[in-house]
């Protein structure tokens, strides 16, 4: 296509530059974990080739010691690649090819450009094509982080709501259904329920997660795996499964594996649940946290910062507001993804780089923010348990109760009469003679409607994946990286 100008302090090729050129699109890159997901590729590839007898032992040092440089972060400023570029992921495969062949050739005594003795397609790429290498490289990327940063941060979140469960287990409150009062319940348990939803969301987070563990390695262009030796996919997932402690594995039919988003998709969706989880929660916890006088102040929410730059003594729920925008755009980008799983045709979806992009800022955003929620406002939630017990006596709701002594129609005009002159239930079944006091004592007590405290506040999930276990090999071929 003839020559290129590529500057000389730069790392990269004419491929890589012909793609800064056609790509001025958003600014972005396909971000540090990408980039570190494609360096382990690489690494895992040339230590595979050279295992297969398809690369020299010189040639497979040089190349994995820039892999290596690539997947640590050392070499990201030569990563310039617009994330919204070709949908296979071209562009960047070739970065990651370029720059380790050129950094290869320097360690050998070559020059950058020089192609040799390392060559980006011959020796960097071999045994692969895009089409294998950037779908590998989104489930390597978002495995790792989910597996890293988001899990511990849901167990975290989970841990601190089943505390605050224990701790609000002898709270009765108001119970709320169509915004409505309702019978009791306790605290505790409306927090056991919203640590059984995090329970559940993290349950399919790993049921997610372990689908992406199975890698499209080794198809090569369209799955037939042309230019592959038959066992470079198997051995190549098993030396990112040692490089990262990930179980990988090679995908039992590469067709599917490199012609679909279907992992990715349902990563996505996994990661939807815990955003709508989550967004039910911050907001309850929200509500019942308005206030702090006239609102249902309920719950007292820690104080971080000022609220406002014109009302002295004011604090907003910030954490649970910043909570709830990154759960708006998980679902947002989920409804990307689902579309970009819907743009494959025949043997390659062409979606790709923004199926990556939208992956890893979901993962990586629900880890940040649900950690935050977890420490800066979970583990410092009050109960107003003054506010929350006046309010019990004060509920129509209670009148709930005295049906299946007096009747629904004798209750609900107890409820009636009891909004119209502001006296409870119990004054005015006290009034009217209805019950005896002792069994309207009995009968309105607030502990026995709310029933027992919950034995247990969340299912227990046990599925989780099962990090291999890295064996000990020569000085930098084995063990985590």
């Not at 997932?237 to 490199?258: I, S």
């Not at 006239?294 to 719950?299: D, K, N, R, V």
């Not at 800022?361 to 923010?369: D, G, I, M, N």
């Not at 109760?401 to 002159?421: C, F, I, M, Q």
């Amino acid at each position: 296509m003839g020559p290129v100008a590529i500057p000389g302090d730069r790392l990269y090729g004419a491929q890589t530059s012909r793609a800064v050129a056609n790509f001025p699109v958003s600014g972005q890159g396909i971000g540090r974990e990408m980039i570190r997901a494609l360096g382990l590729i690489k690494l895992a590839a040339a230590r595979v080739n050279r295992r297969l007898g398809l690369l020299e032992p010189g040639l497979s040092r040089a190349i994995g010691a820039a892999a290596r440089q690539v997947a640590a972060g050392a070499l990201d400023d030569h990563f310039p690649v617009d994330v919204f570029q070709t949908g296979s992921g071209t562009s960047s495969n070739m970065n990651a090819n370029e720059v380790i062949a050129n950094v290869a050739n320097l360690r050998l005594g070559s020059a950058i450009g020089a192609r040799h003795p390392v060559h980006p397609n011959d020796h960097v790429n071999l045994g692969q094509s895009s089409n294998d290498v950037f779908p590998s490289a989104i489930q390597v990327a978002s495995a790792c982080v989910a597996q890293e940063r988001l899990i511990p941060a849901l167990e975290l979140a989970l841990a601190e709501l089943t505390r605050a469960a224990g701790r609000f287990s002898r709270v009765i409150k108001v119970g709320r259904t169509h915004l409505q009062d309702a019978t009791p319940i306790r605290l505790g348990q409306e927090f056991s329920g919203y640590a059984s939803q995090v329970s559940h969301a993290t349950a399919g987070v790993r049921a997610a997660l372990e689908g992406l563990l199975e890698l499209p390695l080794g198809g090569t262009a369209v799955g037939t795996g042309i230019n592959a030796h038959p066992e470079f996919g198997a051995m190549a997932a098993r030396q990112l499964a040692r490089l990262t402690g990930l179980p990988f594995r090679e995908a039992p039919d590469h067709f599917a594996a490199q012609a679909s988003l279907d992992r990715i998709v349902a990563m996505s969706a996994a990661l939807r649940s815990v955003a709508i989880a989550f967004t039910k929660i911050a907001n309850d916890i929200r509500w019942m946290g308005s206030g702090p006088r006239l609102g249902l102040a309920e719950l007292r929410i820690p104080d971080l910062q000022p609220g406002s730059s014109i009302m002295p003594g004011k604090v907003n729920p910030v954490v649970a507001e910043a909570l709830l925008m990154v759960c708006a755009q998980v679902v947002g980008n989920d409804a990307a993804i689902a579309h970009a799983g819907m743009s494959g045709n025949f043997e390659l979806n062409v979606m790709m780089p923004l199926a990556a992009r939208n992956l890893i800022e979901q993962v990586r955003l629900l880890s940040a923010a649900t950690r935050l929620f977890a420490e800066k406002l979970l583990r410092g939630l009050e109960a107003n348990a003054d506010r929350i017990a006046e309010r019990v006596e004060q509920s129509l709701a209670m009148a709930t109760a005295l049906v299946p002594l007096v009747g629904y129609d004798k209750a609900a005009a107890l409820a009636r009469e009891s909004e119209r002159t502001g006296r409870t239930i119990r004054e005015l079944a006290l009034a009217e003679k209805l019950l005896p006091r002792s069994v309207l004592a009995r009968v309105l007590d607030p502990e026995t409607l709310a029933g027992p405290p919950s034995p247990r506040p969340w299912p227990r999930h046990s599925q989780r994946v099962t990090p291999s276990s890295p064996r000990r090999g020569k000085k930098g071929q084995g063990g985590r990286l």
